[in-house]
């Protein structure tokens, strides 16, 4: 079952749904409602820079990924990332965003998220990199 996939590894769980059915991850992050930092391991692992040795105490060992981030997730589920992003670990926010392309995320809707979560280096980025830098210095 996937809970059984998801306790044994959720980085490897996490790829074999991509690879094979990308559209079991509403339900595999549904599996982790009651635990946001499997959930941001989850997503991460398919939209955020690889991490070094260094971040990774307490998760699983990640099994090898592309250099890209995965475009089986679908808008909601990337909105979320950003969202347990600023929850969990506000201090990388930007070098995940650096990560995504263009037009990966709703950047109004990110903004919003990051100004909610109080992460406004990221909103100060956001806005600099979209060229508003007068928004950005008010």
């Not at 790829?15 to 559209?23: F, G, H, K, Q, T």
């Not at 692992?45 to 592309?66: E, K, N, Q, T």
């Not at 100060?124 to 008010?138: E, Y």
Request: net charge negative; hydrophobic share 40%; proline share 9%.
């Amino acid at each position: 079952s996937l809970n059984v996939l998801l306790n044994a590894s959720v980085a490897n769980t996490a790829a074999l749904i991509d690879l094979n059915l990308p559209e079991l991850h509403d339900e595999a992050l549904e599996a982790l409602a009651d635990d946001s930092t499997k959930r941001f391991a989850y997503l991460h692992y398919l939209l955020g820079p690889p991490l070094a040795i260094d971040d990774m105490s307490g998760w699983d060992p990640p099994p090898p990924r592309r250099t890209t981030p995965s475009s089986h997730v679908p808008s909601p589920l990337r909105e979320l990332y950003v969202t347990l992003h600023c929850e969990l670990d506000p201090s990388k926010v930007i070098q995940s965003l650096q990560y995504l392309p263009p037009d990966f995320l709703d950047i109004a809707k990110t903004i919003q998220t990051c100004e909610e979560h109080e992460v406004y280096d990221a909103v100060i980025w956001i806005l600099n990199q979209g060229g508003d830098v007068s928004a950005a210095l008010s």
